[in-house]
């Protein structure tokens, strides 16, 4: 029977279960809990939980032991609420939890996010005399490690050292994992340190993640200095590490050191692995250091590694992003002599690079001839085409693309309708902006902040002012938190209309809704008011922008000047701050 549920064929054992009874064998604890634990390990959870209801039908209490694999299983299977509630349930029928459960129990919070959930039932733990083992610690460990509670982590690691628990491996990773994460070389080397003093020999995934902190805040030659350590205690250095070492000469403008690396790799019979060398090349090309991530591509191609086509790709994204677009397309042009076969993501990537330097024709030619080669543009190689047609102008092909889009089946996201909705606004096409956005909400379509912005945004600047306070409307219901930049654009129309009151009550609103002013808001209407001479209101929100040590832009600089020159208002100039005053000097 257990073979059977092993083998995944659920129903037959269940009848082979069920033949048993009829014959009048009566299963007992150890067999209905032997059932549950192969169905809960194969995710079959409600087949299980059949099983523990028939089991209470024939008058057999559950125990520890099967409680323990629901609450594993749900945790598993990602339905930590269930798992809680199983948890629960065992203690109100009596049933002690052991270490196991609450383990299981407080994995299932973790994963979900809610540690200080985990950490009650920690406590609870101690409290009723359970001792945490050194598991138990690691999974609260891993549970603040991963929500960044490093203080949390730190704490709980000293207290489970001073109690005499001895930390192994795993919780050494979870730690080492938690401070490369972020950056925290200096850490992560004390906590090797402390391996050592535990007597635990750190492996090549602990010196990997180590040399990746240092590597990561430019500590090279300490980096260098661990991997010498690792080599030294014997453990045989991995492709990963390696190519984080490679990754630090590069930046540092080390080529030659770069270069030496990778030979050592293949004296060591260390072959250097396409996917963790590509993310080299990807972060150097984020760093615009495009001659390094050229020279290890190159290098990589000498020593017999073939570059595959994300390979290829992050290399031609990268000089389209440095707009450089004869190297990547003699980059692509030699790609296509490898007789891999191109995909979207490298057309996008070119398309993309064409229509940043504003080659819209090349950005075309590149559209159809991916077509003509019968791949399939998915939806970000259509938004990159459709802002690229819509900031040329051409409206009428971004919105037949657009069609095109819809009706081969790709469905679009709420970065495609931002972009078509953006892009009919600049080129003052409202009233088909509006249709679409009326027809995303009677689709009930889940908009963002960002859809808002541009469409109350787009018909303030087109003079639809009645059918933007419409939408203003719509979206203080609409759920999503308050934005600064909407209510940027409705209080500045508002003061031009000579509204201030109603100006005045938006931003009281937002401010009181936890939504805080930004430097560009405050600067925008300081110069709005300015403009008005209404100059009492515009030393309030001045005095605002002191408070919160934003900086003056330029338009306000102007019109204070513009103010303190004028010869009039002279009794409200005075009462600004003296640092104002220079603006009164010639």
């Known amino acids: 029977m257990l073979g059977l549920v092993g083998d995944g064929a659920v129903e037959d054992a269940v009848k082979l279960f069920d033949e048993m009874r009829d014959q009048g064998v009566r ?76 383990s299981s129990v407080m994995g299932a919070l973790c994963k979900h996010g809610n540690c200080s959930d985990a950490r009650k039932v920690f406590d609870f733990m101690v409290n009723s005399g359970e001792t945490p083992n050194v598991a138990a610690y690691s999974i609260l460990l891993e549970g ?64 990997k993640t180590v040399i990746h902190a240092l590597c990561c805040v430019g500590r090279i030659e300490d980096a260098i200095s661990q991997f010498k350590q690792m080599i030294h205690e014997g453990t045989r250095p991995n492709s990963v590490s390696y190519a984080f070492l490679v990754q630090g000469f ?61 390979m290829y790709g992050t290399l031609i994204d990268g000089y389209c992003l440095a707009l450089k677009l004869d190297e990547a397309k003699n980059l692509f042009n030699a790609f296509l002599t490898t007789g891999l076969k191109p995909n979207d993501i490298i057309y996008g990537a070119l398309i993309h690079g064409y229509c940043k330097c504003g080659k819209i024709d090349d950005a075309l030619f590149m559209f159809k001839e991916m077509l003509s080669k019968e791949i399939k543009p998915g939806n970000v190689c259509y938004n990159i085409i459709l802002g690229g047609l819509f900031k040329a102008g051409r409206t009428t092909a971004a919105l037949e693309q657009y069609h095109k889009m819809i009706n081969s089946g790709v469905k679009a996201d709420i970065i495609t309708y931002n972009i078509v909705l953006r892009g009919l606004f600049k080129n003052n096409f409202a009233r088909e902006a509006l249709a679409i956005f009326q027809s995303l909400l009677s689709m009930n379509f889940q908009l963002d902040v960002r859809t808002y912005y541009v469409m109350i945004d787009g018909l303030l600047e087109s003079g639809k002012k009645e059918d933007a306070k419409g939408i203003f409307s719509a979206f203080s219901t609409s759920g999503l938190e308050p934005d600064a930049s909407i209510c940027r654009v409705m209080i500045a129309d508002l003061i031009k209309d000579g509204l201030l009151e109603e100006a005045d009550n938006l931003f009281v609103s937002m401010e009181n809704s936890g939504c805080a002013a930004d430097s560009r808001m405050l600067n925008d209407i300081v110069r709005l008011l300015l403009e008005k001479e209404e100059v009492c209101k515009a030393r309030f929100y001045l005095s605002k922008i002191d408070e919160r040590n934003f900086s003056l832009n330029a338009s306000t600089i102007y019109a204070l000047m513009s103010l303190f020159s004028d010869g009039k208002h002279e009794e409200q100039k005075k009462l600004f701050p003296k640092k104002y005053h220079c603006f009164n000097e010639d």
């Open 27 to 102: 299963p007992d604890v150890v067999t209905y809990g032997s059932v549950i634990d192969k169905l809960c390990k194969i995710g079959a959870m409600d087949k299980a939980y059949g099983v523990l209801r028939r089991m209470a039908y024939e008058g057999i209490a559950p125990n520890c032991a099967v409680y323990n694999c629901f609450i594993n299983g749900y945790s598993t299977s990602g339905q930590w609420k269930k798992a809680v509630m199983m948890f629960e349930e065992m203690r109100r029928k009596g049933i002690k939890p052991d270490v196991v459960t609450y």
């Open 144 to 207: 603040y490690a991963l929500h960044g509670s490093l203080a949390d982590v730190k704490i709980l690691f000293e207290t489970m050292v001073g109690l005499g628990i001895a930390p192994d491996s795993h919780t050494f990773s979870i730690l080492l994992h938690a401070y490369a994460v972020h950056e925290m070389a200096k850490e992560a080397l004390l906590v090797l340190s402390d391996m050592r003093k535990q007597r635990v020999n750190p492996d090549a995934v602990h010196y």
């Open 250 to 310: 590069c930046r540092c403008g080390s080529w030659e050191k770069a270069q030496a690396l990778v030979f050592d790799m293949l004296r060591r019979n260390i072959r250097p692995e396409a996917k963790e060398f590509t993310r080299v090349i990807q972060n150097l090309c984020r760093d615009g250091r495009l001659n390094e991530a050229q020279n290890l591509f190159d290098l990589l191609i000498n020593v017999d590694v073939k570059p595959d086509v994300v």
